[in-house]
């Protein structure tokens, strides 16, 4: 079912990868960069992972993201007007808008409004309807509208990329994020932000690696520092230090 899935999403000039079911990370060296169209890398893919979520790189199309397990992002969500485009529900119950392509529109991660994120070139997407999530409005592909691109360029916020190149194995890589977001969401009172700091600079190595997307990293860390209590402003502003310090 999901190897078909991949091989129609190639056969429409979509380059696909695979993902790791739980924390969504890349399961093959390079991530993203190395998502191909090629049928038999593909096949070969899903034989070795036959659970894998199908990653499909952005920039030939662009993402809002609008996680609505949160209430900023439904109220966000409900008033921003946004024109009807192909939208994929989300295994959490939010909302992947695709667009039309626009350079202007990279990856960030709350930089439109709390919990909404974008995808553009050197990002990813999980292609839900391969999970057998809804899609809604098939057909369209709107363009972005112009009141984002300005909202992001107002915003701009760049997240250092570590210069590390040191390769690292998909399955290494894959439990290093699970035991990071073990450490930071089980954080006690007292230590959630400096723990959180030490958890997002290592996603910023990851991201440097190519393991995950910076915007992705940055949104890991946020939403286990939450589980922790911690408010959202509080947690965004120790990511972005923590981005920050990673050479």
């Not at 809604?136 to 300005?150: F, G, K, S, Y």
């Not at 930071?184 to 030490?198: D, T, Y």
């Given at each position: 079912?999901?190897?078909?899935?991949?091989?129609?999403?190639?056969?429409?000039?979509?380059?696909?990868?695979?993902?790791?079911?739980?924390?969504?990370?890349?399961?093959?060296?390079?991530?993203?960069?190395?998502?191909?169209?090629?049928?038999?890398?593909?096949?070969?893919?899903?034989?070795?992972?036959?659970?894998?979520?199908?990653?499909?790189?952005?920039?030939?199309?662009?993402?809002?993201?609008?996680?609505?397990?949160?209430?900023?992002?439904?109220?966000?969500?409900?008033?921003?007007?946004?024109?009807?485009?192909?939208?994929?529900?989300?295994?959490?119950?939010?909302?992947?808008?695709?667009?039309?392509?626009?350079?202007?529109?990279?990856?960030?991660?709350?930089?439109?409004?709390?919990?909404?994120?974008?995808?553009?070139?050197?990002?990813?997407?999980?292609?839900?309807?391969?999970?057998?999530?809804?899609?809604?409005?098939?057909?369209?592909l709107a363009a972005v509208p112009e009141w984002i691109v300005a909202k992001l360029a107002r915003t701009a916020t760049s997240y250092p990329t570590s210069t590390t190149t040191r390769?690292?194995?998909?399955?290494?890589?894959?439990?290093?994020?699970?035991?990071?977001?073990?450490?930071?969401?089980?954080?006690?009172?007292?230590?959630?932000?400096?723990?959180?700091?030490w958890g997002a600079c290592r996603l910023a190595e990851l991201a440097g690696q190519s393991v995950i997307t910076e915007s992705d990293a940055a949104a890991i860390a946020i939403e286990?520092?939450?589980?922790?209590?911690?408010?959202?402003?509080?947690?965004?502003?120790?990511?972005?230090?923590?981005?920050?310090?990673?050479?």
């Amino acid at each position: 079912m999901k190897t078909a899935v991949a091989l129609r999403l190639a056969d429409k000039g979509h380059t696909v990868f695979p993902c790791s079911s739980e924390t969504k990370a890349p399961l093959i060296a390079g991530g993203f960069k190395n998502a191909t169209t090629d049928t038999t890398i593909i096949k070969s893919w899903w034989r070795q992972y036959p659970t894998a979520l199908i990653g499909v790189p952005t920039g030939k199309f662009v993402v809002i993201d609008a996680d609505l397990q949160h209430q900023a992002a439904v109220h966000w969500f409900s008033r921003a007007n946004l024109p009807l485009t192909r939208t994929h529900i989300t295994r959490s119950g939010g909302r992947h808008l695709l667009f039309r392509a626009d350079n202007r529109v990279g990856c960030s991660a709350g930089r439109v409004w709390a919990h909404i994120d974008t995808r553009g070139a050197g990002g990813y997407i999980i292609w839900w309807p391969a999970e057998g999530f809804e899609v809604q409005h098939t057909e369209v592909l709107a363009a972005v509208p112009e009141w984002i691109v300005a909202k992001l360029a107002r915003t701009a916020t760049s997240y250092p990329t570590s210069t590390t190149t040191r390769s690292i194995k998909p399955a290494v890589a894959v439990n290093k994020i699970e035991g990071i977001v073990r450490t930071i969401s089980g954080a006690r009172q007292g230590e959630r932000n400096s723990v959180l700091h030490w958890g997002a600079c290592r996603l910023a190595e990851l991201a440097g690696q190519s393991v995950i997307t910076e915007s992705d990293a940055a949104a890991i860390a946020i939403e286990a520092a939450k589980q922790t209590g911690l408010p959202y402003p509080e947690a965004m502003r120790t990511v972005r230090s923590a981005f920050r310090s990673v050479p």
